[in-house]
């Protein structure tokens, strides 16, 4: 209760004096944050930002500033003399069971988190109410991985705890504006894939359609959140996360505040911008919004296909995005009818529809009869096939007929492009990218066993769930682990690219596996 009270006081710190957002590490402990981060005293970027200070922040500063240049001066031992270390129980991860189901279950209590205790100069964002980590390196809460973790905690009946993470998302997007990446102030400037309306959909399910007038304002406050700037925009112009293309229609883009290097990743950041001879800014932009996307990364966001230093993630209007926000829309009205709001209702519902037939004009792709993202600056359609063209199938709520026709094309191309023996891969291209092939990542199966169900292929879907849940549990008898990715190609290697190294745990494997196995069934 005492820690709750405490959260309650921070945000009401937070709103009533209109304070800038929690500082960041970057502010907080500026030459030690840099000289730490450049000169890579630890191995992942994320493991000083995540440290807790052991005295006022201040004082760390103050006493860095003054032996740091010093005979002998040892900078990582001086970052753990005052800081605690972030813990990271990977051994905590391997339980016992010889039953996956039962490990998955006996697993949420191991990922499970109480309401946080406020530390001065933690980059923690105190939440009030009880939560799922993914695992690993990923001490707090992540957004869009919360949705695909919802999935398996309905499975094991732990309603409780949805409506927990649902309420906590809720806070956040009260507090402050929008819901985090994750609750870390390095965080703060970006979002990530919106499906805090799914989530509340999940919870409904559990509870009542009450549920959707209780978090109504929240899922509002979102949407003003992702269409900020739209009513001021000019034909082909761009805002935050808005566009205005070539006619009166309005879409949307992944994006961040903050046009400088990631906290976690901040000499990864330094060195590829230097690398791309681009402007650094907007360099880090586009980085920083790759995030966002939660595809961090990929050569979906490559010029070239082929190199992260052509990322343009900026220039891109993704389709998942904008069918997420159809989903908001269609949500929207659904609440503002039960609120007896007939006028509201209409005006969300024409929202909506007016962003499918955006959606359909701008993203699907003709050639290739699938759906995949437009760069409104170059005024063309993408060529990557990426489960990401899957997200209209799951979740347009009309011409469903129509929807059939053209999952029949786009099965197709996934057979052709992304299907292997584990699953489907992220995309078709390797570039030693995390969210490439020959990976294939749980939310990506998810959607696309999802789409293709909803829409008449059902065969493909079972197939596609059979493979992954086949891969998930044999490697899961073989090391006792859950992971957060897999190579869907070589089932006999371990995923790899990205950052950093392939986490277990993992609250989103877990989520879509439980669910698939209710749906599907072990493999025989």
């Known amino acids: 209760m005492k820690k709750f009270f405490l959260c309650l006081l921070i945000s009401w710190q937070f709103v009533s004096t209109n304070a800038q957002p929690p500082a960041t590490p970057d502010k907080i402990y ?32 103050a006493e860095y500033n003054q032996q740091k240049g010093t005979p002998k001066f040892d900078l990582k031992q001086f970052v753990q ?46 939440l009030p109410n009880p939560y799922i980590v993914p695992g690993g390196r990923f001490r707090e809460v992540y957004y869009w991985d919360s949705y695909f973790t919802m999935l398996g905690l309905m499975a094991s009946g732990e309603g409780e705890m949805i409506e927990n993470m649902v309420k ?62 739209a009513a001021k925009l000019k034909t082909g112009q761009a805002f935050r996360r808005v566009v205005k293309l070539n006619d009166t229609l309005v879409l949307n883009r992944y994006w961040d505040d903050y046009p400088s290097p990631r906290q976690e990743g901040y000499k990864e950041d330094v060195e590829i911008a230097r690398r791309s001879g681009r402007d650094v800014k907007e360099m880090y932009t586009n980085l920083r919004a790759g995030a966002e996307s939660g595809i961090d990364f990929s050569s979906r966001w490559f010029k070239d296909k082929k ?21 908001l829309e269609t949500v929207l009205s659904k609440c503002k009818f039960m609120a007896h709001d007939a006028n509201a209702a209409a005006d969300y519902a024409r929202k909506a529809e007016r962003r499918r037939v955006a959606i359909d004009k701008y993203c699907w792709n003709k050639t290739l009869k699938y759906y995949t ?32 026709l053209l999952a029949r094309q786009a099965a197709e191309q996934i057979k052709s492009k992304l299907l292997q023996p584990g699953g489907v891969t992220a995309s078709p291209f390797n570039t030693g990218q995390q969210w490439d092939a020959p990976n294939g990542w749980a939310p990506l ?25 086949k891969l998930n549990v044999e490697v899961f008898k073989r090391t006792g682990k859950l992971m957060e990715k897999y190579n869907v190609v070589d089932l006999n290697l371990e995923a790899g690219g990205g950052e950093y190294p392939s986490q277990d745990g993992f609250g989103w494997t877990n989520g879509v596996l439980l669910a698939l196995i209710n749906k599907f069934g072990l493999p025989k």
């Open 168 to 229: 906590n998302f809720a806070w956040m997007i009260d507090i402050y504006g929008h819901i985090p990446n994750g609750n870390r102030t390095y965080y703060l400037s970006r979002s990530q894939p919106p499906f805090f309306a799914l989530m509340v959909d999940l919870l409904a399910n559990i509870k009542s359609d009450s549920t959707y007038l209780t978090f109504m304002p929240a899922l509002e406050k979102e949407y003003a959140f992702w269409m900020e700037g």
């Open 307 to 327: 190199n992260l230093t052509t990322i343009a993630v900026i220039d891109m209007v993704p389709v998942d995005l904008n069918s997420l926000l159809y989903e």
């Open 445 to 469: 199966e998810w959607m696309t066993i999802w789409g293709l169900d909803r829409c008449g292929q059902r065969e493909l879907a079972r197939d596609i769930a059979e493979r992954w849940i």
């Open 373 to 404: 993202d437009y760069n409104f600056r170059t005024r063309k359609i993408s060529d990557v096939v990426t489960p990401a063209g899957m997200y209209p199938f799951c979740l347009y709520t009309k011409n469903l007929d129509y929807m059939s």
């Open 30 to 61: 500026g030459d030690l944050f840099r000289d730490v981060q450049m000169g890579k005293v630890f191995p992942d970027g994320k493991t000083f930002v995540d440290c807790v200070p052991k005295k006022n922040p201040k004082n760390i500063v």
């Open 81 to 126: 003399n005052n800081f605690e270390m972030p813990h990271t129980p990977q051994l905590n991860y391997i339980t016992q069971e010889k039953d996956v189901v039962m490990h998955i279950k006996n697993l949420w209590g191991v990922l499970r988190r109480i309401p946080d205790t406020v530390v001065i100069g933690s980059s923690l964002l105190p």
